[in-house]
């Protein structure tokens, strides 16, 4: 990753410290879901590698039309000795001169939880876009081919390259940043999703992230009212949080058990927000999944139906006839512990805030094999 210099950081000043995880992590599950009540769809594999084409903005392509603009110019790509034999397409060509191209059978969606960024007074100075942070950021992957569904945490502390705009909406610069604020470059709608996820591909070598969606904190309560109250088991001792989380304790939680869950941080330890995401993660979208499965089994209207009490507090992209063709799949995959990938990497101490570096070489071996396939 070519090393940039680190830009000043422009971070949400709300005294929440909102981390909405159990919205990110709900979202797909819902969306995906919610098809069950429309009736299930049969796709050929044609129509399969073709739903999930770039549904780009007309702002975010400009935004890019201007980057590109701005860029260094790519050498020429070699012509084959027989003109009339073409080098085969390639979407990304590794540092050792290896050529890959994107897999047809992946499908990934960008889930995100934003933090509050609705009220004006907890707008910090100077900042010219109230989008909000992408608290929670976690990379839906649907293998079609292999019935295989994974997901992998990125910690919204991870430095990566991204996009800033300027007052206006047009491209300022490439920066180095805490991937978290890559959304609040934008609208806090569309193109905000859009900029995140420019973001992500970005970290992950180029991988296509075409599908989003995005909820917000106001959803919480309604996520959690909807599903009858999480019944989470404590893999561990949380009584620092509530009396009543003890280790191997199995509770339906209250409202405001469940955001004591998904608040709270260990300010004293640098890669606390890490560690919070991570757990958080595992424990609640295990309870969510279970149970939301468990609910259209007895009812498939009953996803539409918290769809569409969601649907107020929710961004995305995703069209009804993929959310369809995504439930067929959904179906045919389970969640364990391994589902949840961890991406392995190093905390540190910025200027301001935490900053999580990746392992490179995971992360290069967890593209290649998860999104690419090697050109012969």
Known sequence: MAELQTKKKKR??????????????????????????????????????????????????????????AATPAPEAETPDDPNQPLPRADWIDTDGTAYRFRDDVQTILVMGIDNMTDPSLWAPGIV?????????????????????????????TMTEMLQLDADGNYLDTVFNNISASHSYGDGGELSCELT??????????????????MDFESMSAINQALGGLEVTFPDDYTKLNYAFQKGATLRLTDEQLNKLIRFRDHSEVDGAYQRGLRDLKLVLNA????????????????????????????????????SYLAQQVTKVSFDENTVIHMPGVVTAGEKYAEFYPDEAWLHDFVIENFYEKIN
Do not use: C, H
Request: no cysteine.
């Open 288 to 323: 969510m999944f279970r149970q939301l499965k468990s609910l259209v089994k007895q009812d498939p209207g009953a996803a539409l139906s918290i769809y569409r009490q969601l649907e107020p507090y929710m961004t995305t992209n995703l069209s009804m006839d993929e959310i």
């Open 129 to 157: 876009s109230n989008g909000g942070n992408a608290d929670v950021l976690a990379l839906v992957v649907l293998e079609s081919d292999a019935n295989r569904l994974s997901i992998l945490y990125i910690p919204r502390d």
């Open 12 to 69: 949400r000043a709300s005294p929440q410290k909102i981390v909405a995880i159990v919205l990110a992590s709900l979202a797909v599950l819902l969306v995906l879901a919610a098809a069950a009540a429309w009736g299930f769809l049969r796709y050929t594999n044609k129509l399969r590698t073709g739903m999930f084409n770039d549904r780009s903005s007309t702002a975010m392509q400009q935004i890019r039309e201007q980057r590109e603009a």
């Open 197 to 214: 996820a420019d973001a992500v591909s970005n970290l992950l070598y180029g991988a296509p992230i075409n599908r989003y969606v995005a």
